[in-house]
């Protein structure tokens, strides 16, 4: 064999030996994401995605809680993976795909997880959650948006509010009254005009709560469900409900280009004065400016009419999961029940409420001196609400209306279509996506 | 012995051959049959042939973001890179601080994407943002908008800072082809008493009309893929009046879960920027 033939042999043998070695250390590494109990090589390695992270107030409760428990049980091997915020859903649904599904995950209910439940990717916890007793642990109803046809598919980590808000020193200043009804809430809408202020400091999800909460002041759990299965048609209570919406925003209670605007941009116009009132979900309690906590009252939200009813609009809103592989593997499922228990134990869910200045959907007893005072008044507006209304945006609806009707909203709130024509629409939807949930 | 060197030289290749295969047309493929179903990337997939396309082409909101994205090819031809060219040619003409200014007007490519929408959607907002209060300062408060949601104005909001970041793109591309330009070409055309347009439109860029052709394909290509800025500043809204083929895809394939629609967009902006392309290639250069 010639001296040239060797050295291309050699050459080549190197390659694919660089390949090799390459793709063996690639497989061979841990994951950023490890928190390992390296030491037991019996270790359960379970893999969790989590969106809880960074600048979400829940992760001050859940990303020491993935440490403690990681500290507590030398048995089970934490992988963690992270995707911020709503880009959970791309991931989540990249892996589903992928058939490689985390054991444990966080999500909302089942209008996001309707398809993984139909797939059979998502387990039904009803036995485990009987089994442990859990629902004694939780206030009312905190299942019914992780409960799908006869199964219950989660557990419950946080709920949500939706809260009205005013900054009293504005009112005072410019001589408002703060508003109880609708009409009272068109007066004070014209009075801030007039002053060059932004009334509603609101994107396009607060408009769309306000329309949601005046439907769900003449309805009930039970009245508005058939709405979303297609049983009856959305009649007079939405036409009213999306009348006001579109009233305000002609009138000019929205900021400008209020549809393009995120949930903080809205939130800084509250914060620094622009605006005197706000709606929004709970979830920003936490990031309320609080140098001007002392001006902020929470009050119940102007009654649409007469017949309405004082609602507030709140459920369980984020809950965690278990995926139908981690189930059908014994020791997995033993793992991830464990942990799951954990994270939604009322050990943390007191931890959301004093920590996170969210609501917990778990019935603890909590230290009032160290939860949010905004918090606290909100607590204190829903337990003194005459009716509870889970949000359509947040339950009920199913898969296929919640992806399309945002944006049928936000045609009416740009009039580009008429309260009539939004309902007749919103019909339109419920009939060709109906709600299975309840079946 | 030629016979082993061939095997040899195959042995080399073949790693690089089988990583092309598998990462770009595996999937090429995949996405084309995949766009023949009717799967949510979860069941079992359904054969449902072409009517994928058919509900396509029926699709209101798929017209309207083609011609979004055709908005922003034109932005691309007129905009894009004839400022492209200006750049490329004031530094072709060496003025002053020259490596300077190519570095300056070089820095938004490299700039992150995210970094830029963050930006832009401060100069945008409709409250505080940068341009609003420039108008109310110098008394012009009347032409202020709600840029990113107007009507008339959310398209090319969401398209400046794509235009913006990529035509130092362009200019160095250019600005390339100029340098491969020879002086006594140039030199000639001064002595025969050109102007400066005159020297522009028959020397300059017949002579890098290839260079320009290259342009004009990974311009027309840029619009079709970019979708960053459009998911970053508006999500396409509101009412689907900015969105782009790039997010009517991802919000089908990914949102709603309608794989095998979103394959079918895919599919198809794959085809309209090749034939776009094959036109480019073949109707600039049939004219040299």
């Known amino acids: ?439 | 012995m030629a016979l082993q060197r061939k095997w040899i030289l195959i042995l080399f290749a073949a790693p690089t051959v089988l990583f092309y295969l598998f990462f770009f047309i595996s999937p090429l493929l995949n996405t084309v049959y995949n766009s023949l179903f009717d799967w949510n990337g979860l069941s079992d997939k359904t054969f449902i042939f072409i009517d994928n396309y058919i509900n396509l082409f029926q699709d209101e909101i798929f017209i309207r973001s083609l011609k979004n994205t055709f908005y922003w090819v034109f932005l691309v031809l007129f905009v894009q890179i004839p400022f492209g060219f200006f750049l490329a040619y004031f530094l072709y003409l060496k003025v002053k601080g020259f490596k300077f200014l190519r570095t300056v007007f070089f820095i938004p490519v490299v700039t992150s994407t995210v970094a830029v929408a963050l930006v832009f959607s401060f100069i945008y907002e409709p409250n505080f943002g940068i341009i609003n209060a420039f108008l109310r300062e110098i008394g012009l408060g009347h032409l202020t908008t709600a840029w990113l949601s107007d009507e008339l104005t959310a398209m090319t909001a969401v398209s400046v800072p794509f235009v913006w970041q990529n035509i130092g793109l362009m200019m160095v591309i250019i600005y390339a082809g100029l340098q491969s330009i020879p002086d006594e070409i140039i030199e000639a055309g001064e002595i025969d008493g050109v102007g400066f347009f005159q020297k522009i439109i028959h020397i300059v860029i017949p002579m890098i009309k290839n260079v320009l052709i290259v342009c004009l394909v990974l311009g027309v290509t840029y619009a079709f893929k970019l979708f960053d800025y459009v998911l970053l500043l508006t999500n396409g809204g509101p009412i689907h009046r900015t969105e782009v083929t790039g997010t009517y895809m991802y919000i089908k394939g990914f949102q709603e879960l309608n794989y095998g629609y979103g394959n079918s967009i895919a599919v198809t902006m794959t085809i309209i920027v090749l034939f776009l392309s094959v036109i480019i290639n073949k109707g600039l250069k049939s004219k040299g």
């Not at chain 1, 050295?7 to 928190?35: H, N, R, Y």
């Not at chain 1, 007191?350 to 019935?363: G, R, W, Y």
């Open chain 1, 1 to 439: 064999m010639g001296n040239k033939k060797k050295i291309w042999l050699m050459m080549a043998f190197i390659f694919i030996l660089a390949i090799a070695t390459a793709c063996s250390s690639a497989e061979s590494g841990q994951t950023e994401g490890d928190q390992g109990n390296e030491a037991n090589e019996d270790a359960i390695t379970l893999n969790v995605l989590t969106s809880l992270v960074g600048e979400q107030p829940l992760s001050a409760v859940y990303e020491p809680g993935f440490e403690t428990f990681n500290a507590e049980h030398d048995d089970i091997n934490l992988n963690i993976n992270t995707a911020a915020g709503n880009s959970i859903r791309e991931k989540l649904l990249a892996e589903m795909a992928a058939n490689n599904p985390p054991d444990v995950f966080f999500h909302w209910g089942t209008r996001r997880t309707e398809n993984y439940i139909e797939s059979d990717k998502i387990a039904d916890l009803t036995e485990l959650i009987e089994e442990d007793g859990l629902a004694d642990q939780y206030v009312e109803d905190a299942f019914n948006p992780v409960e799908y046809q006869g199964g219950t598919y989660g557990l419950p980590i946080s709920s949500y509010m939706y809260y009205f808000m005013v900054n009293k020193q504005l009112f005072e200043e410019h001589g408002v009254e703060i508003p109880s009804t609708y009409d009272e809430l068109v007066t004070a809408v014209e009075q801030f005009k007039e002053a060059g202020l932004i009334p509603m400091a609101a994107n396009n999800h607060s408009a769309r709560y306000m329309m949601l909460t005046w439907l769900s002041q003449k309805k009930t759990i039970d009245s508005i469900i058939p709405n979303t299965t297609g049983e009856e048609p959305f009649g007079d209570a939405l036409l009213e409900a999306s009348e006001k919406a579109a009233e305000l925003q002609q009138l000019g209670a929205f900021p400008d280009g209020k549809e393009t605007l995120s949930t903080s941009q809205s939130l800084e116009l509250f914060n620094t004065g622009v605006s005197p009132m706000f709606y929004q979900h709970s979830w920003t309690i936490g990031a309320i400016n609080p140098d001007i906590v002392d001006q902020l009252e929470v009050v119940p939200f102007p009654l649409g009419d007469g017949e309405s009813k004082n609602t507030a609009i709140s459920g369980a809103g984020f809950f965690v999961y278990m995926s139908q592989q981690a189930y059908d593997d014994p020791e997995k499922r033993e793992a991830a029940w464990e942990l799951m228990k954990y994270l939604a134990s009322p050990e943390l869910g007191k931890q959301v409420i004093e920590k996170a200045s969210d609501f917990s959907p778990l019935d603890v007893d909590y230290d009032v001196s160290e939860a949010n005072e905004i918090l606290r008044q909100a607590i204190e507006i829903r337990d003194r609400a005459d009716n509870i209304v889970p949000s359509l945006d947040e339950a009920l609806f199913s898969q296929g209306v919640q992806d399309n009707y945002w944006t049928l909203t936000d045609e009416l709130s740009l009039q580009e279509m008429t309260p009539e024509e939004y309902v007749e629409a919103m019909n339109e939807l419920v009939e060709e996506h109906p709600s299975k949930q309840f079946e």
